[in-house]
């Protein structure tokens, strides 16, 4: 089975750091995503996660520990167009590459 | 250019009619996934495709149904559409071959009268 767990609500201040954590518990593991997801659109690739560590990109960074099961989203320099729902999703391979996703995590920035 | 195209992106049905929503990717992806989505909750895992195997969620309801033909094209059936069915349905794909992201289409919107 899996388990995916993150926040359900974040709320900051434009122009500060948010970070959102996801846990995971799956049989096998091979990759975990971060997709942000505006209201009435599909979701938009963030990062992606395979190996232990952090991966930057611009304003968004993520991290992983597989030994953990632990996985963080961070969005610096807030914008307010960063107010959508962020979701953690693992892919694994032990199920045929199946790829679920937590219930994502509604980030609002506030002016 | 578009790699996971969803068609229809709104699907207006009746009531108990039949429809079919479609994906096509140019990817050459092994693997395909089917969600639903509404409105403020996550998406939903319906089935997956690991190449022609076919994976069924356990809570997926036997109205959804599903078809891969070959590997770039994938089909959603929903034999009985409820107003419950009402939703966003998302197609995506994912390779085995690799490190690579998910791709997402832009997702089908289906409304219930």
């Known amino acids: 089975g899996q388990n995916i767990d993150q926040p359900t609500e974040m709320t900051a201040t434009e122009g500060a750091i948010v970070q959102i954590n996801c846990t995971y518990q799956t049989s096998g593991f091979n990759g975990l995503f971060w997709y942000q997801q505006h209201a009435g659109e599909a979701p938009t690739f963030l990062s992606y996660n395979v190996l232990d560590g952090l991966e930057e990109k611009g304003r968004f960074s993520s991290f992983l520990s597989r030994s953990k099961g632990y996985s963080y989203l961070l969005l610096k320099e807030l914008q307010m167009k960063d107010s959508a729902s962020y979701l953690c999703?693992?892919?694994?391979?032990?199920?045929?590459?199946?790829?679920?996703f937590g219930a994502g995590t509604t980030v609002t920035v506030r002016a | 250019d578009a790699m996971v195209i969803q068609n229809p992106r709104y699907q207006v049905t009746q009531f108990g009619k039949p429809v079919t929503l479609s994906c096509s990717q140019t990817?050459?992806?092994?693997?395909m996934y089917w969600y639903q989505q509404k409105s403020s909750q996550a998406p939903k895992l319906l089935f997956h495709y690991y190449d022609k195997d076919f994976n069924n969620e356990a809570d997926t309801p036997d109205n959804f149904q599903s078809r891969r033909p070959n590997t770039s094209f994938c089909f959603l059936d929903i034999r009985s559409p409820g107003l419950g069915d009402a939703a966003m349905y998302l197609c995506?794909?994912?390779?085995?071959?690799?490190?690579?992201?998910?791709?997402f289409g832009q997702g089908t919107r289906l409304t219930v009268v």
């Open positions: 995506a794909t994912s390779t085995t071959r690799g490190s690579t992201e998910a791709f």
């Open positions: 990817l050459n992806h092994n693997v």
């Open positions: 999703a693992v892919r694994d391979p032990s199920d045929d590459y199946k790829l679920s």
